[in-house]
């Protein structure tokens, strides 16, 4: 992959702004066929675990099945986009939900609470075969990122409204938000359904890394309002205020605000009255 095919692949402005306030990317049916079907003899197998921290290029050899999704023009532009130049892997799987196996995952979040603003690890999730509503998906949450909470203590939520099943052509890549609410539905099907994942750790600060012709597009500012029907209403104000000082740090532009949020309560002035 080159440098400037990635250029032509990476993300644009409105895009990025989806990512930050639903919390997830999806790039639907971009893996070609005779790929699916090899990752369907190999995902099988399962992929050898790796260090974590190692580089991609250690942890997934030139020519091997996981490089060479990693290598195409839509998959690497997004990455590079989300997490910059030459990530580390954190860690990956194989998640393999059996026919009519009669269980789910609870609501969760890969990670412990997690304070950062300015930099976050991005998940991509690969779906090599068709997901239909009756084989599960993964569910998700949009707009859940930036609510903090530590792994599972969303498990016992069943449903929230505004919730996304994700159903979906084989060659389907996801890209998440390390905080995203999600889990594995159940699998009513005959079929077992194949997800592989991996979670990138980035190794550069994330600014402006992705397409920004589009920056001063009317639509960024838009995606950034989305609200979400599970929200509160006073704390929709607060996840608002969450986009808006991720935008910040992502863009480096302290001055962007929507509706004042960020502005009002950061107005200290120093000067002494007269």
């Not at 290598?71 to 860690?91: C, Y």
């Not at 950034?224 to 929709?236: G, I, K, M, S, V």
């Amino acid at each position: 992959m080159t440098t400037t095919n990635i250029t032509e692949h990476l993300l644009s402005s409105v895009q990025m702004a989806h990512f930050v306030s639903h919390g997830t990317i999806r790039l639907d049916a971009v893996v070609p066929a005779e790929l699916n079907d090899e990752a369907m003899e190999v995902l099988p197998a399962g992929v050898p675990p790796v260090p974590y921290g190692t580089p991609v290029p250690q942890a997934y050899p030139e020519g091997s099945f996981v490089r060479r999704l990693l290598q195409l023009p839509e998959v690497a532009g997004a990455l590079a986009s989300l997490v910059g130049p030459d990530p580390r892997i954190d860690h990956h799987a194989v998640h393999v939900r059996g026919p009519r196996e009669g269980e789910a995952q609870p609501l969760h979040a890969d990670a412990i609470i997690d304070v950062r603003r300015d930099a976050f690890d991005v998940q991509l999730m690969y779906y090599p075969a068709r997901v239909t509503l009756d084989m599960g998906g993964t569910l998700s949450v949009p707009g859940s990122h930036l609510r903090r909470t530590n792994e599972s203590d969303t498990g016992r939520y069943q449903n929230l409204r505004g919730q996304s099943r994700l159903v979906c052509q084989a060659g389907t890549v996801v890209f998440l938000h390390h905080g995203l609410w999600h889990g594995g539905r159940r699998n009513d099907s005959d079929i077992p359904r194949y997800m592989f994942k991996i979670r990138f750790n980035p190794t550069v600060r994330q600014r402006l890394l992705w397409d920004t012709s589009d920056l001063a597009d009317p639509r960024v500012a838009a995606e950034l309002d989305t609200h979400f029907p599970w929200y509160e209403q006073a704390t929709a104000r607060l996840e608002r205020y969450n986009r808006v000082l991720m935008w910040r740090a992502l863009t480096g532009d302290d001055t962007f605000d929507l509706d004042h949020w960020v502005t009002r309560v950061s107005n200290r002035p120093q000067e002494a009255a007269v």
